[in-house]
């Protein structure tokens, strides 16, 4: 495991991004001088305005004017803190989403060129109510699962860190996408394994098994992105990215597509890996004379019953997260062999079987390890 830890470690130094900057600038992303701002809600009245873009019908046709809700606040931060100022908020916000003193976020265009300055509506703040529910899931962390809880915690903060720092700049700036989702998905899983579980034999196994799951998700998903001639593509928000990455930003989306699919196999690969592990580890502390044909089939019937509840996992969270689709596949009344082969549903289909073959995979992978390394490392009698 040292030597795939230092593998990736070397693979990340090598592959390190360059400049996110100079892609937004190549891209004409230039700084507009907006300044988000906080600001608490004073009052609220319901009036007409001419529509919007965003006041479109589902037949296309588009209103001349349309009811709008102008919403008062007080400035509490930036630049122009103590102002009274009056947005229009967004189409989808009502009036009794907005009470008296409710706090929220506008953007601030400065005056410039003449032009006096201009407030907007931005959102809602919603820092206080996030930042208590991430307490919570904290404290749950910690009361359910003691240490290792929080350490779990830590581990998924440092995660987050590395997609972050390394692998979101690496797949903006061009870097392969398979080489560096799966050098940071290694460094990933060997920090947060050994940060949570120990660095014990049994959790260098679970890693090993992980790894190997992750390659053969990669290895699967580039062959049916290839056969299936995924088109990157498959809305108006990759349509844009693609122009955002540059002339050969088609091409970097199918990377990016490659690298999403390792990802979302991650989590999930080290909860089976972990899991048949500490199984196999178990069995071979019930059954010390058990020999590897016994642990692997031991192991393999607690395997089974996991595979089946982590199969639906997968299937239902895609699911879950691809719901508004859905219900427009529905109200639309599309054949539906025809809608789940296209678009981003034929994505959300490749990325949904790579993983589970790839977890399938890692089932008996990881179970034979883990049984190969408790029969070897089995104290043996004098």
Known sequence: MLLLAVAAVVTMVATWPGSVHEVADKAG??????QYVSATVTGRTTSTCDATVEDTRADGSQPTSVSCLKVAAHV???PRAGADISVIATASVTADEVPVGTRIIVEYYPAADGQAETWAWSDFRRSVPLGALSLAFVLVAGLVGGWRGLRSVLGL???LAVL???LLPALITGRPAVVTSLAASVAIMVVVAYLTHGPTLRTTTALIGTVAGLVMIAGIGVLAAHAAHLSPVAGEEDFRLAGMLGDDGVARLRG???ASIVLAGLGVLNDVTITQASAVGELAEVAPRAGF???FTGGMRIGRDHLASTVYTIAFAYAGAALPVLLMVQLYELPLAQT???GVFAQEIVRTLAGAIGLL???PATTAIAAAVEVRTRPHPV
């Open 29 to 34: 992303l230039v700084d507009t001088g907006v």
């Open 76 to 78: 509490t931060s930036g």
């Open 157 to 159: 903060a440092i995660a």
């Open 164 to 166: 972050w720092v390394y």
């Open 256 to 258: 990016v597509f490659l």
């Open 293 to 295: 044909t016994a642990l």
């Open 340 to 342: 789940l082969t296209q």
């Open 361 to 363: 995979l890692a089932i």
